[in-house]
């Protein structure tokens, strides 16, 4: 599900980069939306637009649950839409010489890897998913609770630390640095790594560094259980074909998928974030290089953040993964997005060079088909009829 469509010829706005004013924005188009929901069978959403340095339109659409409608203030969770929030905080360490890109992480972690080629693993590696996971080969392992509980005989569901215990006995599946596996392993890594340097947990540090200069005070890392999350978040309305899961927790029975078949805290760094689509526009109107108003990174560090990597995996191609996002090529310019996926839980986000940003979210997955390309498709009809008005 982290397969991102190309070919954004539509991105032809003109936008001033900053930050969107909290005027309120004309609803976007209820049919199209809508009809996109109900083709792939997602109960609720929201869509949110920034053009011209303003939030042009902000809308909600179906159930957040039974009975109570999506607001755009309902939170969602927003899965790999995460990743990109890690990156930029990994590049604020970097920025302030407290860490460095070529680095290796594992000074940063606790435990002894069987395989010694976890000695070369360097933070620019787990940024751009070459670190040596692949998920394909072995597991993913933070959705792999029960899997690790049971060959430790210990706590459940497990924390990161104990997931890494697991994953160091292990081989590697390939050379650090020789080609792209996409690994949520490798970002949760990233959050033990900014925990390390900084001191803090990860999520006070994002909040404080990331999201407070951005003027965003609701996103925080979700909870497992629909009993502990916060009044406003949406509950999550996973396929039927992945409806029910054994339990990550003690006792082990059938439980829903969203609400205990997997644990959220070991992922917080690589999908563990809720927000509403207002909050991620504020997010990447200020990953934009440019000085006004001022970003959280600067144009040279998003250069770099967005460059190709060193191995040769995306040659040839119109799209590659650099740092936290997958970047391609427009006739504006450059573009970087990134989808997510969960189930219950599907996310998309996209910031062109121009300084559009557009974000969608809705809280069901389907479990086939490129619901990917559906939302890009949906967002090419509402940028062309913002850029109308």
């Known amino acids: 599900m982290h397969r991102i469509a190309v070919g954004l010829a539509l991105l032809a706005w003109s936008c001033a980069g900053a930050s969107p004013a909290p005027s309120p924005p004309p609803e976007p188009p209820v049919d ?10 997602l109960p609720g959403g929201q869509v949110a637009i920034a053009r011209d340095g303003r939030l042009r339109f902000s809308a909600a659409y179906g159930i957040a649950d039974e009975g109570r409608p999506v607001t755009t203030q309902t939170r969602f969770r927003i899965a790999s839409l995460s990743k990109p929030i890690t990156a930029v905080a990994v590049r604020l360490l970097i920025d302030e010489g ?11 972690l606790a435990g002894a890897p069987a395989d010694p080629r976890w000695d070369d693993i360097t933070v620019r590696h787990l940024l751009e998913h070459s670190g040596g996971f692949d998920r394909h080969e072995s597991y993913d392992w933070t959705f792999e609770s029960n899997r690790v509980a049971k060959e430790l005989d210990g706590a459940r569901p497990p924390e990161l630390d104990a ?22 392993l490798g970002y949760s890594i990233l959050g033990a790594v900014i925990e390390d340097v900084t ?12 999201f407070a200069p951005a003027g965003i005070e609701r996103m925080e890392l979700g909870r497992t259980l629909p009993t502990d999350r916060p009044a406003d978040e949406a ?38 974030w809720i927000a509403c689509a207002e909050d991620l ?8 290089g440019r000085p006004e108003p001022p970003d959280l990174v600067s144009s040279a560090a998003l250069d770099e953040m967005l460059a190709p990597p060193r191995h040769r995996d995306w040659d040839g191609l119109d799209i590659h993964y650099g740092h936290g996002f997958f970047v391609t090529q427009t006739e ?17 986000m996209m910031r062109a060079e121009d300084g559009t940003v557009m974000v969608a979210l809705f809280n069901g997955r389907p479990v086939e088909g490129d619901v990917s390309r559906d939302i890009e498709d949906l967002m090419r009809v509402l940028a062309a009829q913002s850029a109308q008005e």
Do not use: C
Not at 98 to 108: F, G, I, K, N, Q
Not at 332 to 348: I, N, V, Y
């Open 32 to 41: 199209e939306v809508t009809a996109l929901m109900e083709r792939w069978g």
């Open 98 to 108: 407290r860490l460095s890109l070529d680095e290796p992480v594992l000074p940063h």
């Open 163 to 184: 997931i890494l215990r697991v994953v160091m006995r292990r081989p590697l599946s390939f050379d650090p640095g020789s080609h792209y596996a996409y690994s949520n």
């Open 199 to 210: 001191g803090q947990p990860y999520e006070a540090f994002v909040r404080d560094r990331v």
């Open 235 to 272: 509950r999550y309305f996973p396929h039927p074909e992945e409806a029910v899961a054994r339990s990550v927790y003690p006792g082990g029975g059938e439980i829903a998928t969203p609400d205990g078949g997997f644990y959220l805290p070991p992922m917080a760094a690589h999908g563990g």
């Open 281 to 288: 526009v504020r997010f990447l109107a200020r990953v934009d």
């Open 332 to 348: 504006q310019g450059r573009a970087w997005l990134h989808d997510g996926s969960k189930p219950g839980t599907s996310a998309f």
